[in-house]
């Protein structure tokens, strides 16, 4: 079936310090692959996606690629900020059907 | 600014005594989503509508039902809730068509639901 394996949190990281959390999946298909962003009591944000494999998606300093031949879609960002403290959550899309992965808390210390 | 908008914000309801949850939207999206979602986990389909077709999804237990009424809003009714139930539950939207697959989907903020 179709599935979504994220790295678990929380993930503590001084202010600056590069940031990797590790999305991997399983699907039948070509997905769409996303990163949202859940800040404290609120909805799910679009963070970045990626259409196809080799695409790189983009937004707010974080990148991931789309790596069918790992079948990952890893979230990067060089430089993280104490405002960049929140819950990621990966996930992919076959259809109208999205799927997500438990979310990875990160926390940003100054 | 076009936005899904969820109320309220925080729902307290009794055991057992039936509740609706709202969700509207501006963005003129043909799919509305209601997820639950509890502590730490993914969010959960709940089910899905495609223009005015339902889709629940086959672990939906039956004491979830929804309604749209028109494109712009969609309300989820717990029949009966219990305690297990206690959750954020999340609207979403998409653009979908046979053309335009794999569109990312667009949040509301979430009603929080607690059961006394």
């Known amino acids: 079936g179709n599935s979504v394996t994220q790295m678990e949190g929380p993930v503590t990281l001084s202010e600056e310090a590069f940031l990797t959390i590790n999305c991997t999946y399983t699907a039948t298909g070509y997905p769409s692959l996303f990163w949202y962003v859940q800040y404290p009591g609120e909805g799910l944000q679009l963070l970045l996606k990626a259409t196809k494999a080799d695409d790189k998606g983009s937004n707010k300093g974080f990148e991931a690629t789309y790596r069918k031949e790992t079948t990952s879609f890893h979230l990067e960002k060089g430089s993280v900020q104490v405002s960049d403290s929140a819950v990621y959550f990966c996930?992919?899309?076959?259809?109208?059907?999205?799927?997500f992965g438990t979310g990875t808390r990160l926390k940003v210390l100054a | 600014d076009a936005m899904v908008i969820q109320n309220p914000r925080y729902q307290v309801t009794q055991f057992g005594k039936p509740v609706t949850l709202s969700c509207s939207q501006t963005l003129n999206h043909n799919v509305m989503y209601w997820y639950q979602q509890k502590s730490s986990q993914a969010p959960k389909l709940l089910f899905h509508y495609y223009d005015k077709d339902f889709n629940n999804e086959a672990d939906t237990p039956d004491n979830f039902q929804s309604r749209r009424p028109n494109t712009s809003f969609c309300f989820l009714d717990i029949r009966s809730p219990g305690l297990g139930d206690a959750a954020m539950y999340l609207c979403?939207?998409?653009?979908?068509?046979?053309?335009?697959?794999?569109?990312?989907?667009?949040f509301g903020d979430g009603t929080r639901l607690s059961i006394l």
């Open positions: 996930a992919l899309s076959l259809g109208l059907k999205y799927i």
């Open positions: 979403a939207t998409s653009r979908g068509s046979a053309a335009r697959v794999n569109q990312p989907q667009h």
